[in-house]
């Protein structure tokens, strides 16, 4: 079975400051892996997606995530965040041929002023 | 712009009432689901459609049915409302012939219910 552990509940940093948001999964076969954002009162929306091919992937709002197989992460990383990234952001995962897409818990990213 | 619509952002309901929960994508989606969010647990699943009248239960489907009778619509019933059921619930579609699960998933903006 699939799990992903997002390893910081809560990130607080400033405005114009890097941020990196930790994500590691658990699975025997190979998997398709997601970050979503979800902006306060709102649905989820996808931020990026890595289904294969390179590594390195870039999303929406300046978001990037590197997909590390050896290690089974799949961070996300922003140099520069604005207070509107204020938000909460999921990783996600699905097995290779899966039906069943696993979340991970969750990161609250606080940017202050 | 694929569009997800939930039929309310609140609602509150007592112990006891069946509650019924309205989903309607306008993207001619194959699959649709129903989670539940709850604070520190991230996204459970609890059921998810993957074709009219067709169903699959997810992680949590104790206490709840879903029902599929047109491709848009996916609806999520709690039979008999209980307190721990007090959550956020999150509706979501993908474009996903041949059943390939992979694709994006589109959320709607949430339901917040309440049982009292």
């Known amino acids: 079975a699939q799990s992903v552990t997002q390893l910081d509940s809560q990130v607080p940093v400033f405005e114009e400051a890097p941020v990196e948001l930790r994500c590691n999964y658990s699975?025997?076969?190979?998997?398709?892996l997601f970050w979503y954002v979800q902006y306060p009162n709102q649905g989820l929306q996808l931020l990026l997606k890595?289904?294969?091919?390179?590594?390195l992937v870039k999303g929406i709002n300046g978001f990037e995530a590197e997909f590390n197989k050896s290690q089974t992460s799949f961070h996300l990383r922003k140099p520069s965040v604005h207070i509107s990234d204020t938000a909460e952001y999921f990783c996600?995962?699905?097995?290779?041929?899966?039906?069943?897409?696993?979340f991970g818990a969750g990161t609250r990213l606080f940017v202050k002023a | 712009d694929v569009k997800v619509t939930q039929s309310s952002r609140y609602l509150v309901k007592r112990t006891g009432e069946k509650v019924f929960l309205e989903c309607v994508q306008d993207m001619d989606h194959e699959n649709m689901f129903w989670y539940r969010q709850d604070p520190g647990l991230g996204l459970r699943l609890i059921y998810f459609?993957?074709?009219?009248?067709?169903?699959e239960k997810g992680d949590i489907p104790e206490g709840y049915s879903v029902s599929r009778e047109k491709k848009e619509r996916f609806s999520l019933i709690l039979e008999s409302a209980s307190t721990n059921q007090t959550s956020m619930y999150l509706c979501a579609s993908s474009l996903s012939p041949g059943q390939n699960f992979q694709e994006t998933q589109y959320f709607g903006p949430g339901t917040r219910l309440l049982v009292l």
């Open positions: 699975s025997s076969v190979s998997v398709y």
């Open positions: 996600a995962v699905i097995r290779t041929g899966g039906f069943k897409t696993i």
């Open positions: 459609s993957y074709d009219v009248k067709m169903k």
């Open positions: 890595y289904l294969s091919g390179s590594t």
